[in-house]
Nanobody, 123 residues
Framework: QVQLVESGGGLVQTGGSLRLSCAAS????????MAWFRQAPGKEREFVAR????????SYPDSVKGRFTVSRDNTKSTVYLQMNSLKPEDQAVYYC????????????????WGQGTQVTVSS
């Protein structure tokens, strides 16, 4: 079965950096668009970044553009999220997701999800 396992979350000070990883198994990784979402308590799940199958195309919302970078290594079936200049408002549980049929920003188009990793940003 498909498994997505995130790692790399933790506690960081405002202005600091973290690199999240998401290791995939049970799917042909290079055929899937990969995305990162986040969810803070009491808020809806929010799109953070996406990357197409080859890694040549990425996109971000304005809230993280210029600070976050998504990348992938198809030889390792892993997608990464480099987060720099972290702010308290970035604090959330971060999820990776996979879709074979869509390059979308809405979570409803992603059938496969990881369990999430907590990112805490202290001010």
């Amino acid at each position: 079965q498909v498994q997505l396992v995130e790692s790399g979350g933790g506690l960081v000070q405002t202005g600091g950096s973290l690199r999240l990883s998401c290791a995939a198994s049970g799917l042909t990784f290079s055929s899937y668009t990969m995305a990162w979402f986040r969810q803070a308590p009491g808020k809806e799940r929010e799109f953070v970044a996406r990357i197409n199958t080859s890694g040549a195309r990425t996109s971000y919302p304005d809230s993280v553009k210029g600070r976050f970078t998504v990348s992938r290594d198809n030889t390792k079936s892993t997608v990464y999220l480099q987060m720099n200049s972290l702010k308290p408002e970035d604090q959330a549980v971060y999820y990776c997701a996979a879709s074979q049929t869509s390059y979308a920003t809405s979570p409803q188009y992603y059938p496969y999800w990881g369990q999430g990793t907590q990112v805490t940003v202290s001010s």
